[in-house]
């Protein structure tokens, strides 16, 4: 029997997973696609395909027929394009199976939902029905190709060149979550103001509750599903081309908010501070507000850091209440515009406060990162398997390394990785999942005898609580392709800030150049606002706006941004000292003055990853020094807070 060599692509990804209006609707989307490829994979299994990458998760595939083993799978953990390669494929392989599968298990899901959802609201259904049935059913784009030829590896990108994915031509209102499609009410026109809900939406919203559907938000189906998935599908059981049962599994209904994200470490510094009954009532009272206004219903993991303080306090009970916490509560800024007349939630909050005399920080952290150079590494059949290997012991151990830095995991699958993270853990992240990811693919070389050269490039974007989170996300790309690895050369860390304003800073350097050379296990530029914080304490806030600003002034009056800057780093070091003394900070410190102002020097220049055709890496220090260097330290020591600082 002679071999065959199936490929395979779903889609749209961006149009699917980067639309959201929430954390839960970008991780359903993430987990959804997901759990699709896995049904194409045991669709290509039942038919005797043996698929070679990227391998399947340990047990992961086992769960989607009911039959898994340890904890079920919460995240995405396979990647939207896959390769089935064996010796053993049947002649009468059936390549339409495996897309009739895909839309079998969608239409299952979906058909779910609308049961439990939609069918017994008291509306006239009939538009709806058509609608849905209309958007399920054409939503995604499938290509795949068979092959006799093993090193046809770009045909199934000359396939999707064909371009023969045409989506519906969608009338009236659109959703608010997926550009283009019509929302479900069916309506031929927006209302006009002062006019109120639709009464379809009013009904829906009753039947589903507040939380999952707010007030005025209008959705398509396929933004429904994703919003509403994690309610039915411990249920879903459906019989699959192929005469296989598809099995649901427990998934999380809540997902942490990117505010609780950006809060934890200020709220887990308060819960470790708390010394008294009045302060512990404060926070508890405060809590428990929270969870009656969301009738209860509103759970979502515990960022790590709040629950490690909470174990060690005596003032705290069960944790488990921490999880109906809605963190944008603890911003007062926003307690105060959404809640503007209750005196008693804004005066409990600013007892919470008093407790450290700070409040918390509205950056949370997006992170992105994606490996280098693996693609051209997958044409030699020798390597497929340990690569596959070496990817999924990577994966195996992302979310660990994530829940370790009080992270929230998107997605993890072959060399891809998204989180959400509070500011502080971000960079520490980073450099974690950037060792975890080389350990791998030194491991299966040293087992294998075959070298894979394989670095991992990361963007990071801080973004504020009030931007929309399909901002960060979508920019989070284009800093990662444009600037870590085709400006920086690969293997490299880039960073993005944005304030409400607009982009504040953008900042790049490879891995072994950003790395602390004192053997700290953190960037040197993260270690240096840290050692600033240590050794001014309670001058941190002036410091920052004091020095900074003038360190600022001196780079843009000297130009030493610029290519044609000639002065030497001592020269530039003992300016900066000089503008450290002058900030009025306490001369008793200044004999941290020099070593502080020597690694800001060398933090600020400029670094471009180059690699020889050998295949070994060399560095260019570009001309110039980067002023948004100083930026993001300032805006490391300060936690992006504003002049005021951070303190009450």
Not at 97 to 124: C, F, M, N, P, Y
Not at 243 to 265: E, F, I, Q, R, T
Not at 348 to 362: A, V, Y
Not at 583 to 599: F, H, I, Q
Request: aromatic letters at 10%; a negative charge; glycine letters at 8%.
């Amino acid at each position: 029997m002679a071999n065959k060599y199936f490929h395979f692509t779903l889609g749209p990804v961006q149009g699917f997973v980067a639309q959201a209006r929430r954390t839960r609707d970008f991780w359903a989307g993430s987990f959804l696609l997901s759990w699709l490829s896995g049904t194409a994979m045991i669709a290509v299994q039942k038919q005797g395909g043996n698929i070679q990458f990227p391998i399947p998760a340990k047990d992961y595939l086992g769960w989607l027929e009911g039959n898994g083993k340890g904890h079920p799978p919460e995240q995405g953990a396979i990647p939207n394009r896959f390769k089935v390669m064996s010796a053993e494929v049947p002649e009468d392989f059936d390549p339409q199976r495996v897309v009739e599968t895909i839309q079998a298990a969608w239409r299952a899901l979906a058909e779910q939902i609308w049961e439990k959802d939609i069918l017994g609201i008291t509306s006239d259904l009939t538009e709806t029905r058509k609608i849905w049935d209309r958007q399920i059913s054409q939503f995604w784009e499938i290509s795949w190709y068979l092959t006799d030829k093993p090193e046809a590896s770009n045909l199934l990108d000359r396939r999707k060149n064909w371009r023969n994915y045409h989506p519906p031509e969608e009338a009236g209102v659109k959703c608010m979550m997926m550009d283009g499609w019509q929302e479900l009410s069916g309506v031929e026109c927006p209302g006009r103001s002062g006019q109120g809900e639709r009464p379809f939406w009013q009904a829906l919203r009753e039947r589903v509750g507040s939380t999952d559907l707010k007030p005025k938000e209008e959705l398509c189906a396929i933004a429904f599903v994703k919003r509403r998935f994690s309610h039915v599908f411990a249920k879903l059981s459906a019989p699959m081309p192929g005469g296989w049962m598809l099995k649901g599994w427990k998934v999380p209904v809540n997902v942490p908010s990117v505010s609780y994200l950006a809060a934890a470490h200020w709220l887990a510094d308060s819960i470790r501070n708390t010394g008294n009954d009045h302060q512990a009532d404060a926070l508890w009272d405060f809590q428990e507000k929270l969870a009656e206004r969301n009738g209860r219903g509103y759970r979502a993991e515990i960022p790590l850091c709040v629950e490690e303080a909470l174990k060690g306090n005596p003032y705290y009970r069960d944790a488990k209440e921490w999880q109906l916490l809605d963190g944008q509560y603890l911003f007062d800024f926003i307690v105060n515009r959404e809640e503007p007349d209750d005196t008693e939630l804004q005066d409990n909050l600013r007892d919470i406060q008093k407790i450290t005399n700070t409040r918390p920080s509205p950056y949370y952290a997006v992170l992105l990162m994606d490996g280098d150079s693996l693609g051209s590494q997958m044409s030699d059949p020798d390597k497929q398997k340990p690569i596959s290997k070496a990817l999924n012991q990577f994966t195996d151990k992302v979310p660990t390394v994530v829940r370790q830095h009080s992270g929230f995991l998107v997605y993890a699958g072959g060399d891809d990785v998204l989180a959400l993270l509070p500011l502080e853990d971000a960079m520490n992240c980073a450099l974690a999942l950037r060792n975890h990811y080389q350990q791998c693919f030194e491991q299966q070389a040293a087992v294998n005898g075959k070298k894979i050269t394989s670095t991992l490039s990361g963007a990071i974007e801080y973004c504020h609580i009030k931007s929309p989170l399909m901002k960060g996300l979508s920019d989070a790309h284009d800093l990662l392709d444009n600037i870590g690895k085709d400006q920086t050369g690969r293997d490299a860390l880039a960073i993005r800030v944005w304030k409400p304003g607009g982009l504040h800073l953008q900042w790049s350097c490879p891995w072994e150049k950003a790395l602390s050379e004192n053997g700290s296990d953190k960037l040197a530029i993260d270690q240096l606002a840290d050692d600033i914080c240590d050794a001014l304490q309670e001058e941190t806030e002036h410091f920052a706006w004091g020095f900074f600003q003038k360190a600022t002034e001196l780079f843009r009056e000297l130009q030493l941004d610029k290519e044609e800057q000639v002065l030497e780093p001592e020269i530039i070091t003992s300016l900066l000292k000089s503008a450290w003394r002058h900030s009025g900070l306490d001369n008793k410190r200044a004999d941290s003055t020099v070593e502080l102002c020597d690694r800001l020097v060398a933090v600020c220049q400029q670094w471009q990853r180059m690699v020889l055709k050998d295949g070994v890496a060399t560095f260019e220090k570009k001309p110039g020094y980067s002023p948004d260097a100083l930026k993001l330290i300032r805006f490391l020591v300060t936690k992006g807070q504003d002049k005021e600082g951070q303190r009450l």
